[in-house]
T-cell receptor
Framework: AQSVTQLGSHVSVSEGALVLLRCNYS??????LFWYVQYPNQGLQLLLK??????LVKGINGFEAEFKKSETSFHLTKPSAHMSDAAEYFC????????????FGAGTRLAVHP | DTGVSQDPRHKITKRGQNVTFRCDPI?????LYWYRQTLGQGPEFLTY????????KSRLLSDRFSAERPKGSFSTLEIQRTEQGDSAMYLC??????????FGPGTRLTVL
């Protein structure tokens, strides 16, 4: 079985500060890992994905994430937060060997204040 | 715009009524997924289709729920005898084989 745990349901940062959103996964098989962003009343947009290639993955809007197998983690970072980054972020895992049904974490709401 | 579309965007219904939602995937995508998202939670997988074949259903999909994808194009999700616990955002996504899933804007269901 696969699962995802996102530590911290709410994270608040100042504009220009480092953004760190935490994600730990559990998977009995090599996983594919994803970060999605959801703005109010909108669907989910893919930020980045890990599919067993490079462990440091760069995504859109300046976000990146590092796959650490030893820590079963896939934390999302951005060096400098913008006001427009305020949204809900979801980490997800899927089975790499078959179809890509996604298992999501509960989400982290990011607030960015001036 | 050729993204995933869902209709309606909002639906308010009374308990016990039936509702049907529609999802139009990106035209060349052969896979279509339904997820449900309740307040404060991440999306939960409900079911998925490859072309017209429904290949997996979550245990969350009780016998009051049915999904179809006739001719492998659009899909419908029907909920019969709605309950207040069915209130949620229903998300549709599509992909070409194992590639990235593109999500629609969702249908928000409120059961009174």
């Amino acid at each position: 079985a696969q699962s995802v745990t996102q530590l911290g349901s709410h994270v608040s940062v100042s504009e220009g500060a480092l953004v760190l959103l935490r994600c730990n996964y559990s998977s009995s098989v090599p996983p594919y890992l994803f970060w999605y962003v959801q703005y109010p009343n909108q669907g989910l947009q893919l930020l980045l994905k890990y599919t067993s290639a490079a462990t440091l993955v760069k995504g859109i809007n300046g976000f990146e994430a590092e796959f650490k197998k030893s820590e079963t983690s896939f934390h999302l970072t951005k060096p400098s937060a913008h006001m427009s980054d305020a949204a809900e972020y979801f980490c997800a895992v899927s089975h790499s060997g078959g179809y890509n049904k996604l298992i999501f974490g509960a989400g982290t709401r990011l607030a960015v204040h001036p | 715009d050729t993204g995933v579309s869902q209709d309606p965007r909002h639906k308010i219904t009374k308990r016990g009524q039936n509702v049907t939602f529609r999802c139009d995937p990106i035209s060349e995508h052969n896979r279509l997924y339904w997820y449900r998202q309740t307040l404060g939670q991440g999306p939960e997988f409900l079911t998925y289709f490859q072309n017209e074949a429904q290949l997996e259903k979550s245990r969350l999909l009780s016998d009051r729920f049915s999904a179809e994808r006739p001719k492998g194009s659009f899909s419908t999700l029907e909920i019969q005898r709605t309950e207040q616990g069915d209130s949620a955002m229903y998300l549709c996504a599509s992909s070409q084989d194992y590639n990235e899933q593109f999500f629609g804007p969702g249908t928000r269901l409120t059961v009174l």
